[in-house]
């Protein structure tokens, strides 16, 4: 089956305060398969909103050059003209933005935000469907009484049911996709687990694909099909969930996941961290990004630029000694 999504060598840079242009994303490529949820991981600035905010060509077009490819279905979205763009948003691509809160008017009702939205991509649709459309996507979001809540203000909800608004806008459209950018972070764990058990209902019952982003190693194991791992501008490691949790061919997956509390069983005094800090992207220099944090790095991980390898046809690494490192959770534990 062909994939709905694909982003074949994409480099995002923006334009700073001097003029200079720097790439925060550098030569991504990612495909997204019809019905999976992708999980996107890694730590705070690595890139992970930069991606997949250039699906829908998000940032300021003054100050962003884009290179590469970003195709869905058959469009490749770098070069739709912006009025097409409108139409994708919200229509075929549904987003649910990091700080979902501020998405919502504080003046118009439940209702009338996702009322809107249906009517803003189809004016003819009559009243009764549309009506009808906003109440299963409420209840898909989890709603306990969604007729009710069409009724109420963004302030006469909790934090826990407005997201799951936000998540009923976002999916009211029926999207093909559905990008959730960190869409639990800002929640208590037990609100927190109930959304992401809302995601894996929705994409059951719907049948769309989720682009999860999140930098909880613990929320791709619970969610996600497949991940893609992002270092500083680049993917470095995909694989599905089962294979890299049993077998992480990068020493940067090897560091989140020695970082992540187990599933089960007692959690340590001690969790590993992974040493060093993430460099500046202006600090990026030749050969491997992550070398000055990597345990096994050498001369030779200096001498250029790294390429993805083949674990297996399905299993990806950027670390040209993926086929030799230990696996260090063993080693540390
Ligand atoms: N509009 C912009 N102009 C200049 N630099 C930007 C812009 N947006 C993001 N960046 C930079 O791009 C890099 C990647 O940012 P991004 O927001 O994608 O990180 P992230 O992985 O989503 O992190 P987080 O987990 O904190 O959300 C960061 O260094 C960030 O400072
Ligand atoms: S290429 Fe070298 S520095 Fe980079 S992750 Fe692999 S071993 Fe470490
Ligand atoms: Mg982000």
Not at 289 to 316: K, N, T, W, Y
């Amino acid at each position: 089956m062909s994939n709905l999504l694909e982003i074949d060598n994409l480099k995002v840079g923006f334009k700073n305060s001097s003029s200079q242009w720097t790439n925060a994303v550098d030569g991504v490529s990612i495909a997204v398969r019809p019905g999976e949820i992708l999980g996107i991981v890694g730590e705070s600035g690595c890139g992970k909103s930069v991606t997949m905010f250039s699906v829908l060509k998000l940032h300021d077009q003054r100050n962003t050059r884009y290179a590469g490819e970003i195709r869905f279905e058959d469009t490749e979205l770098l070069t739709v003209p912006e009025k097409d763009m409108r139409q994708l948003r919200g229509k075929d691509i549904g987003f649910i933005f990091q700080n979902p809160m501020s998405s919502l008017n504080p003046l118009l009702t439940i209702g009338q935000q996702i009322r809107e939205t249906v009517t803003s991509h189809r004016k003819h649709l009559p009243k009764k469907e549309v009506e009808a459309l906003c109440i299963k996507a409420l209840d898909d979001a989890g709603a306990d009484d969604s007729a009710v809540w069409m009724s109420k203000y963004p302030y006469q909800l909790s934090g826990g049911m407005l997201q799951r608004v936000v998540i009923a806008i976002a999916l009211v459209n029926e999207p093909k996709l559905l990008i959730a950018d960190e869409p639990t972070t800002a929640l208590d764990v037990t609100i927190q687990a109930q959304l992401l058990k809302v995601l894996c209902h929705i994409r059951d019952e719907r049948g769309m694909s989720i682009v999860l982003i999140t930098h909880d190693m613990g929320v791709v194991a619970e969610t996600c099909d497949r991940v893609a791992v992002m270092y500083l501008g680049q993917i470095v490691e995909t694989a599905s969930v089962d294979e890299l949790f049993a077998n992480p061919r990068h020493p940067y997956t090897q560091g989140l996941l020695a970082a992540t509390p187990p599933m089960v069983g007692k959690i340590p005094e001690r969790l590993n961290t992974i040493s060093g800090s993430v460099p500046q992207l202006s600090e990026v220099a030749k050969g491997c990004r992550f070398a000055s944090r990597c345990p096994f790095a050498s001369q030779e991980c200096l001498s250029g630029d790294i390429p993805m390898f083949d674990v297996d046809e399905q299993h990806q690494s950027r670390c040209i000694k993926f086929n030799t490192i230990p696996d260090f959770r063993k080693v540390t534990a």
